[in-house]
């Protein structure tokens, strides 16, 4: 008969995992006796927290859930920073640990004990699930991966007791069953579409949420004429080098004037929170219409037409009930599109030379860097989604390396880059030995700065001193050498065009210093 760990590796395959990112300890060796080859694959990062990030940087790409395995206590508690950031941006990621045994006494000191560890996880996930038994365990991973398919995506904790997982039952893993997520009824989404098909100034906010509606976006958005602005997370989902994109530019002042001055404006999947706008709620002049997976969104702030449903499906049904309208000129004149070209033109040359260094389906991985948000946020253009991977929200840092190479697991045909700070990459620089053993050819562009650069210019600008912000760090470049990756210097966009198009042909990571833009 199966052991529990046997049914729990066979019902992740049944739901269509394929590679867990995790470290093996004593309480889940249980489950690690059955992953490997010919069975799921494994990557084993240098930290729990490298795991959880690579598995969001999985999820990110393919759009299917990021599955992390660690142990007990430490190695699970290690997870929780990358769980605040999947729950911050809605990325699907299931969190898998084994757990104290079955009839614990709390307080007796066993190997990895912790108070409440379920609760703790809770704290950070949409939910933390704590199984009594091996039917219970597979119930509720089936419940998992269909809340994941039906409900805005989250990360979910699933902690099963470690002699659960050595217990042998003569039961079956279930067939994985999908579903459908809600759809509005008829009446509101003709009601919306009344209000569209006659707005004379309507603009598109788009989000993360909108990530699988590329297509349905384009055609409404040219069926209304209608410019149309992402959110960081909503970046790729409208191409950039449409005439209607204005960019992720939600965060300008030129662009929330723009969309104040809307009659109409659609959101799609986006929170419109103050991490998207930099300046608090926007201010709409004109009627709100959102559409979104999570109803607990759709008022904040109130919206005339609240739409709770699939991105997708409820835009192509708005694009159905606004019908034919004849050939609308994209309104280009008096939008803010100059403005969010012009921003960020610090950093403008060093992004350009690594836009031009990059083929055109390249995935940039971002930490949370002022070189990143200042500068590539805006600067660097892309025509997908999950293009650009950027930890909003949450604001976590050491986010992009491992990020990039859960990336890489998840598109190996495609290149991957890294742009950090320096500050953020030192959270986890021990990922290069994870990228060198598993020879995916990563450029890791690093500029720095000597610090944490945005919190000495707060500090300066708030007449604090500048305390704890100026770092000592490594010769990155060695560093990457003496992990065995390789490693160079550049001190002009030129160079770094030449450094990156190199790093793409070269097994494993190539760590590139460049030194922070002045002016």
Same mark, same amino acid.
């Given at each position: 008969m199966p052991t529990g760990g046997e049914l729990l590796v066979a019902a992740l395959r049944a739901h269509g995992v394929d590679v867990v990112f995790? $470290?093996?300890?004593?309480?889940?060796?249980?489950? +690690? #006796?059955?992953?490997?080859?010919? =069975?799921? #694959?494994?990557?084993?990062?240098?930290?729990?927290?490298?795991?959880?990030?690579?598995?969001?940087? +999985?999820? !990110?790409?393919?759009? *299917?859930?990021?599955?992390?395995?660690?142990?007990?206590?430490?190695?699970?508690?290690?997870?929780a920073?990358?769980?605040?950031?999947?729950y911050s941006d809605s990325v699907p990621m299931l969190i898998v640990s084994p757990g104290m045994p079955l009839g614990h006494e709390q307080g007796s000191g066993l190997l990895h004990e912790v108070k409440d560890q379920s609760a703790a996880l809770a704290a950070v996930c949409a939910q933390s699930q704590r199984v009594q038994t091996l039917p219970e365990m597979l119930r509720v991973l089936a419940s998992v991966f269909t809340s994941f398919d039906i409900s805005r995506p989250r990360?979910?904790?699933?902690?099963?007791? +470690?002699?659960?997982?050595? !217990?042998?039952?003569?039961?079956?893993?279930?067939?994985?069953?999908?579903?459908?997520?809600?759809?509005?009824?008829?009446?509101?989404? =003709?009601?919306?579409a009344a209000t569209l098909s006659t707005a004379? *100034?309507?603009?598109?906010?788009?989000?993360?949420?909108? !990530?699988?509606?590329?297509a349905e976006l384009r055609a409404l958005a040219e069926l209304l004429g209608a410019p149309t602005v992402t959110t960081a997370n909503g970046k790729g989902a409208f191409p950039e080098s449409h005439p209607l994109s204005l960019g992720a530019g939600l965060h300008i002042p030129e662009v929330r004037e723009f969309l104040h001055r809307a009659d109409v404006v659609l959101a799609v999947g986006t929170e419109l929170a103050e991490t998207d706008t930099w300046d608090g709620p926007l201010r709409l002049g004109g009627r709100l219409v959102r559409v979104d997976l999570d109803p607990s969104q759709l008022h904040r702030p109130t919206a005339a037409h609240p739409l709770a449903g699939d991105a997708a499906t409820t835009l192509a049904r708005l694009r159905r009930a606004i019908g034919p309208r004849g050939a609308v000129r994209p309104r280009r004149e008096g939008t803010p599109r100059s403005a969010v070209t012009a921003?960020? @033109?610090?950093? #403008?040359?060093l992004i350009e030379a690594l836009r031009a260094a990059l083929p055109e389906d390249a995935?940039?991985?971002?930490d949370s860097a002022q070189v990143c948000y200042f500068g590539a946020l805006t600067g660097f253009a892309v025509e997908q989604p999950s293009q650009f991977l950027y930890p909003t929200g949450f604001g976590t840092l050491g986010y992009a390396l491992p990020a990039a190479i859960g990336a890489g697991i998840a598109a190996p045909e495609r290149p991957v880059a890294v742009l950090t700070g320096d500050g953020g990459l030192q959270f986890t620089v021990n990922e290069l030995a994870t990228a060198v053993e598993l020879g995916l050819p990563l450029p890791v562009v690093v500029v720095n700065n000597g610090g944490y650069g945005? $919190? =000495?210019?707060?500090?300066?600008? !708030?007449?604090?001193?500048?305390?704890?912000?100026?770092?000592h760090g490594p010769d990155f470049p060695a560093l990457? @050498?003496? +992990?065995?990756?390789?490693?160079?210097?550049?001190?002009?966009?030129?160079?770094? #065009?030449?450094?990156?198009?190199?790093?793409? $042909?070269?097994?494993?990571?190539?760590?590139?210093?460049?030194?922070?833009?002045?002016?």
């Open positions: 995790g $470290i093996p300890g004593t309480h889940n060796l249980e489950i +690690y #006796r059955h992953l490997g080859p010919g =069975r799921l #694959r494994v990557v084993t990062p240098r930290h729990e927290q490298g795991a959880g990030y690579a598995a969001d940087g +999985y999820a !990110r790409v393919t759009g *299917r859930p990021g599955v992390v395995v660690t142990t007990s206590g430490p190695g699970l508690l290690n997870v920073a990358a769980a605040g950031q999947a990360p979910v904790h699933l902690e099963v007791p +470690y002699d659960l997982l050595a !217990r042998s039952a003569d039961i079956t893993v279930p067939p994985a069953v999908r579903a459908l997520p809600p759809a509005p009824s008829e009446a509101d989404v =003709r009601a919306a004379e *100034r309507p603009t598109l906010v788009v989000g993360g949420g909108a !990530r699988n509606a590329v921003y960020g @033109r610090r950093w #403008r040359p995935v940039l991985v971002n945005m $919190i =000495r210019q707060e500090m300066t600008e !708030r007449g604090c001193p500048p305390v704890g912000v100026d770092l990457s @050498r003496a +992990y065995g990756g390789a490693g160079v210097h550049a001190t002009s966009p030129a160079e770094l #065009r030449s450094a990156v198009a190199q790093a793409l $042909i070269t097994p494993g990571p190539t760590v590139i210093e460049v030194p922070e833009p002045t002016g």
